[in-house]
């Protein structure tokens, strides 16, 4: 069974264009993240959700929004893609004191 | 801010080495976390340490909470070690929140 599943695995799309990477853990966290890695490989946060509360809201674009529909789903919404906004995507989930489970990542691409 | 350094930056290796990443930070932290990602892409989470030492195999984890330091400790590697290990530190912030923050990793190669 995956804990955290990720959708799509591959995103290419326009500039200008409005999309959303879905994101689902079944291990009963209740916290989930996003991070992005650019092309240098350096992972960075980009948001966290306890209990559908955003908790950590790094300084990204506000043309990203993170959507908690409950507990186990954290999407990532963005609107109006830009170059720079291409990456990979990772979604992670965690409780309490216990370590972070990583989804298998949503490559992104902005033509 | 919490500054968090990796050393070293690249790392080559013959099979059977012993093997130390360090990970060093600049403000008090609740917990740290290594990670591996292969070259496939996917992220592992090895350890989470907020004191002492963890043992998982042949990986050691180990952190020294005064010091502001942590290593990871692969013994007997081996190719299939070979990956980019993270360390990233979970640091409070104030009022309710806490951060991650992330080095830049190292890249280890295990030549057979």
């Known amino acids: 069974d995956t804990a955290v599943s990720q959708t799509p695995k591959y995103l290419v799309t326009q500039m200008g264009n409005d999309k959303s990477i879905k994101c689902e853990q079944n291990l009963g966290h209740d916290t989930m993240y996003w991070y992005k890695q650019d092309s240098k490989k350096f992972l960075k946060i980009m948001f966290s959700?306890?209990?559908?509360?955003?908790?950590i809201n790094e300084t990204v674009p506000n043309r990203f929004s993170p959507k908690s529909p409950d507990k186990a789903h954290l999407n990532l919404h963005i609107n109006s893609l830009e170059l720079g906004d291409s990456a990979v995507y990772f979604c992670?989930?965690?409780?309490?004191?216990?370590?972070?489970?990583f989804g298998p990542g949503t490559r992104l691409t902005v033509l | 801010k919490n500054e968090v350094e990796q050393s070293p930056q690249n790392l080559t290796a013959q099979e059977g080495e012993f093997i130390t990443i360090n990970c060093s930070y600049s403000?008090?932290?609740?917990?740290l976390h290594w990670l591996q990602q292969h070259p496939g892409g996917g992220i592992v989470s090895l350890f989470m340490?907020?004191?002492g030492k963890k043992k998982h195999g042949r990986l050691i984890a180990t952190i020294n909470i005064q010091e502001k330091h942590s290593s990871l400790h692969i013994t007997a590697s081996h190719p299939r070690d070979s990956a980019v290990y993270i360390c990233?530190?979970?640091?409070?912030?104030?009022?309710?929140?806490?951060?991650?923050?992330f080095g830049k990793g190292t890249l280890l190669t295990v030549n057979p």
């Open positions: 959700y306890n209990n559908k509360e955003l908790i």
């Open positions: 403000v008090g932290i609740s917990a």
């Open positions: 992670a989930s965690s409780q309490g004191s216990l370590a972070l489970i």
């Open positions: 990233a530190v979970r640091w409070y912030s104030g009022g309710s929140n806490y951060k991650l923050t």
């Open positions: 340490l907020s004191s």
